[in-house]
Structures are given as structure tokens and as C-alpha cells.
DNA sequence: GATCCTCGAGTTCT
DNA sequence: CTCGAGGATC
């Protein structure tokens, strides 16, 4: 046997090797070497290639990347077309879907596939001779994009078919998507480059896949699955669409994971309502369910319509994204006096709850997104939470619709409106003149991370100012039940609670109480620094804008707002009669204080604890806990379900620790001495 | 002076 | 979560 035949002995065995991992990891879901088994497979290939270029092949893997960008994707007239779906949005609509079904099949019961309908790009495959000739975009359902180039870079798509029971030439159709996981780390990828993220993972698909330089969609994580055919020759189709997706999978051709075949609209209804329900969960985007008629006769007799398939729904999950109309655009005031537009909407469901505002964050923003009242607007909830407005619809403009003017005045207490230095951001000049204001520094001196007054909320607070009954801070300890008694929803046993919790928040920290007075600047951060530098509130105040500045975190800016705070003879008196109240604190003790110097940072759900006492935890043994993952980070604490920081922290060489171990870490310094 | 980290502040709905 | 900007660092 000669030196090349043993090449081409190897190289083929190798491809053979490589397609079956491909097979055993987007098929089956079930690999069995790691990823580094897998990279030196193709690299002992790509070697043999390189040294045997005779040998190499278009459908070798290691081909995936090939032809060098065209100029633009040529047409591609599909031989059946690629129709839509109809939609179905409520259960109802389901029902009548069936109900057509069973109508004019004249049957009692039908059974549907039912699987989720995944937001990607539809594509469509040929296979010519088990290999992969063509692939197309679904374009305007007739004529797509020849994408061939890019669609080969997808690992999950097989360039040459198992075994050799397929079609001599047939049509695969199914959709490109990615995975959550992958678009997360792309977005993150490009942010860390400079480039811009993509909005959804749908068009990070879309944008992927269309890349006319086939070496970036294969750097995208891009995934595929089949749901069904266009061309495909009559005689050989099976008996249900079930049976041919189970071909599909023994051809190499993944399908989708959470497949079932269900029983009647009743069984529709209830795979809907669990995959709903496991939505936040999947690893990928699905924006409904897709039914289809198992047996393939009944769909042949259910025929189309002009736009799509008789036997085909798509139930669709509420959207995450939703158009509705602005309203108004109040301006509401912070506790700082910053003043923010918040875009009044049109009630309307995005993700399960009805949102009727979005913060619009300042007023350079609504100049950027160009925010009118009246105008249509695109509004998501961001990290599935909080309501943003992600842009305005043009096209739907009213001719009235104003633009939005930032205010001169500020709209509660009338005084004049400044621009903050930055200029991104406005506020009120009034000070704790203005009511607003005022109110915010209660809620804030209230809050659970201040002082935590338990029961002192926004409405309560509101008749305090009312009633005239508050006029500072101070004030709140000066209540007597009986006043109270005199509020609305306030009996004896509130007010007797309210004052048992102001008088619960008279044992305090330095640092909770100085985060409390809402000096500007100082956040929580800030406090704990200012408090463990100085002492007492006695240094602190004595301190001057110099001394302040030398404090390792305290600049100019930081340091003349604290100094200008202490000068304020309205504060000074403020801070005597809350002492004189009882508002005390012990000074801090020198405790051993094994991890200073350290930094944590947490990500991902623990278990044993909240995120917070796992915070006071490791701070009581003088760690730092920071928010974001950078060089400067000791540990990396992972709990269930970690975010983006673990990626970064691979990248950078952090230390990573599971909750097992931080637990262990925690009780080998605490331990000694305390008992 | 530019760049990278952090921090502060404001935000929705149940 | 998001934006803006203060502080540290080179």
C-alpha cells in the first residue's frame, strides 16, 4: 500500500469520524468526545489535506469554509414554494383550526405533530446524491438568495447524508437560528469590540447567515433543524410527518428536540401551555408552536390556499416586542432632582404583563430615538423586565404628532430647570424646596438599604407631607401615635408597628446612615468607603475638599458635594436632631479581616443565601463585591444559571469558585473566634 | 488625553 | 437593566 493510499485511507476515515460527532452532538444531543477530541480530529485532517491536496474534497469538513466572497447572492427560484404559515394567536383560533381540519377531512379526532417554531431564518436544502448541493433562502416564498457558500458553514447542517436510503434528490426545509447562549456571547463579543450588538437572535441569524464572506457566518453560532420538505419524490415519503422527520434524523438531518406527536386540539393546547410555560428556560428563542397534521395523506387532502398549507398552524406565544401608541410624555422628578421623561403608553401586553410606561432615561434620548406624543412605538421589556421604548415606527406618524421639548421649569415646583454639566441630563434647582424632591429623600431615607424604616412607603409619606406633619427627615422621629391615628388605612395597630420600626431604625451603621442623608454621589459605595476612612461622622464632617480627595476613590467632583453638603446649615440641623432622636451607630471595631484587598464578584442564583447576605458575608471579612468582572477580580463566585461575567472571567484567568466552595471559604475565616 | 472600571441614579409591575 | 459620568490609570 503506498504512503498516499493510507492518506486517503486515514482522511476518510477521519471525515466518517468527524461527521458522526456532528451526528451524535446536533442530532442526538449526545456527545461523546469533548470539544478538544473534536478540534484534533479536524486538525489531523486538515494536516493530511494539506499534505495530500489531491485528496480533498467539497464535502470534506474541513470545507465548510470555502468560495471566496461574491459580490451579491444570486436568485434562486424554488421549485415548490415556500409558503408561510397561518397564525393563531388565542386558543380559540386553535379550536376553529381543528375544527376546519376535521371538517373537511370528515374524521373525529386528528393527530398533529407539535414542536416549538423557532425565530431564525427559514432555509430550504437540496441534497443531490446524499450531498449538499444547494441552500436557499425562503426569500418571498418563490424565489431566495443562493446562500450555499454559507449555509456549508453551519456545523449542524451535514454536507453528505448517513446511510443511503434517501431520495437520489430531495429538498430539506427547516430553519437557521441561534442558540441564546451563542447570541449572548456574540452581543457581548461585539460590544467588547465596538461593535454594535444585535437587537434579537433572530436577526443576528438573519445578519449571520447573509454575510457575503462566508469565514464570519462561520464564526457565528449558528444552528439549524428540519420541520419539512419542498421537493421530494412521492413514492418514498413516509407515512406520517413524524416518520419523516425520524428519516431526517437517521440521514444526519437534526430535527427539533422537543418534537411530540399529540392527540387531538386538546393535545395541542396542552404541549402549548408547557412549552409556554418552560420558555424562560429554553436555550433558544421560539415564538410559538407549530401544529401540523401527522399523516401526510390528509395533508395531501387538505391542499393550500394561496398563501399557505391547510394542515399547518403556527400558535403564536405573546411577544417579548410590541408596537403601541405614546400618549404623553410626563416629566417625573428624582430624588437628585434629576428630571426624566417617562413615555405614557397605550396599555398594552408585552411578555405576559400590561405595560402602560417606559422610561425614556433623559432627554438627549428622546432627541436621539426622535420620541413623539402620538407617535407609534416599538416598546420590549429589557432583560424581560423593565419596558423600554426601542424605537419609533415612522411610517405610522401622525401629521400632529409634537416633538417633545425638554422642560425650562421643573414641573412640580415650578423653579428653574439647569442643565447638569454633562448636558444629558436636567434638573430642578429647587432643592428640598421642591416637594418632589423632598419626597424622594424620605423614601430614601426610608429605604431598606438607608435606614429601613419597614412600613414607611410612598403613600404614607404623601399624607405626612400633606398633613404637614413631616417637613425633614429629622421629623419622622418626632411622630406620636395619635397624629398617625389620624391618617387614612392607619389604625392603632399600624401606627403602633410604624413607630415601633422608626425606633428600630435609630440602631444604625455610619455608612447606612451617611448613604441615608442622600448626599449627592454618595451611594451605597461611597458610604461604606467614606465610613471605614474616617471613623466617625465627627472626622468626616471636619474633613475639607483636600482631605476628602486623598480618601482612594473620592475625586474633586465627589469631594465638593460631601464638603458643600456639611456646609449646609439646613443639614447640620438635620443631623443634630436625628442624634438627639436616638439615630446611633457603633463605631466600627477593628476585626480581623482575613480577605481584605480581595474582590468578589457574584453571578448566577445561589442557593444557600441571597446574593445580598453573601455580599455582607464576605465584606465583614474585608472583601470588596463588585458588580462586573474585570482583571482587578479575586474571585468569581458561580451560582445556578451565571450570565456573561463567567465568560469574561474564563477570558481574563479569574478564579472561578462554585457556591461549594465559597461556602467553604466562608466558614474557614468566620469560624475562628466567633463561635 | 484617552480608556477602562465602577458607581450612582432612575426605572416597571405585581 | 441602562445610561451617564466620576475616578483611576497609563
Redesign the pocket.
Known sequence: MSASEAARQRVEALRREIEYHNFRYYVLDQPVISDAEYDALMAELQALEAAYPELVTPDSPTQRVGAPPAQAFAAVRHEAAMLSLDNAFTEQEVRDFDRRVRDRLEVETVEYTAEPKLDGLAVSLLYEHGRLALGATRGDGFVGEDVTANVKTIRAIPLRLRGSDWPERFEVRGEVFMPLEGFRKLNAWALEHGEKAFANPRNAAAGSLRQLDPGVTAKRPLEFYAYGVGFFPKQRLPETQAGLLACFKEWGLPVARELKVVSGVEGCLEYYRDLLARRPSLPFEADGVVYKVNRLAWQERLGYTARAPRWAIAHKFPPHEVTTVVEAVEV?V?????L?P?AKLKPVPVGG???????L??F??VKRKDVRVGDTVIVRR??D????VVKVIPEKRPLAARPVEPPTRCPVCGAEAVA??????IRCSGGLYCPAQLK?ALKHFASRRALDIEGLGEKLIDQLLEKGLVKDVADLYSLRPEQLAELERMGAKSAQNLIQALEGSKSTTLARFLFAL?I????????QILAEHFGSLEKLMAADESELEQ?????????KHIAAFFRQPHNLNVIERLRRAGVHWQTPQAEPRPLVGK?FVFTGALTAMTRDQAKARVEALGA?V????????DYLVVGAAP?AKLDKARRLGVTIIDEQEFLTLLHQFEAPGRG
Open positions: 417625573q428624582g430624588r437628585t432632582g434629576i426624566t417617562v404583563v400590561v405595560v402602560s410606561s417606559a422610561t432615561h433623559n438627549e434620548e429589557a432583560g423586565v423593565i419596558p423600554e447638569d454639566p454633562g448636558g444629558a441630563l424622594a442622600g449627592r454621589e454618595v451611594g451605597e459605595v461611597t458610604a480618601v482612594p476613590g473620592i475625586g474633586p467632583v465627589v469631594a474582590t470588596r463588585s458588580e462586573s468582572v474585570s482583571r482587578a477580580t450570565g
